[in-house]
């Protein structure tokens, strides 16, 4: 376990996940608010989550583009759903 996820809140590790679980938010917006790699956050995600939730999230992003900001085609701003307003 690495010093950065032992400072992290329930809060902040919850926030994390969410992240993690947003198709538009890339592992560089998370590691730039929260410094996890992406490394990291799987390793999070996988001491975290239950194992079948793991394995889903963990198909889901492999490869998608929109976790990614090398990958991505196009050029939008970061996403943010309406109860990020208050955080």
Not at 55 to 73: C, D, E, F, I, S
Request: hydrophobic share 30%.
């Amino acid at each position: 376990m690495s010093n950065v996820t032992n400072r992290l809140s329930s809060d902040d590790i919850g926030r994390v996940i969410e992240m993690a679980w947003e198709d538009r938010t890339p592992f560089e917006v998370i590691e730039t608010e929260y410094g996890l790699d992406e490394s990291r956050v799987i390793n999070l995600m996988r001491r975290e989550l239950k194992p079948r939730s793991f394995n889903v999230w963990r198909k889901r992003v492999t490869g998608r583009k929109t976790k990614h900001r090398a990958l991505r085609g196009f050029a939008v701003g970061r996403h943010r759903c309406p109860s990020q307003r208050t955080r």
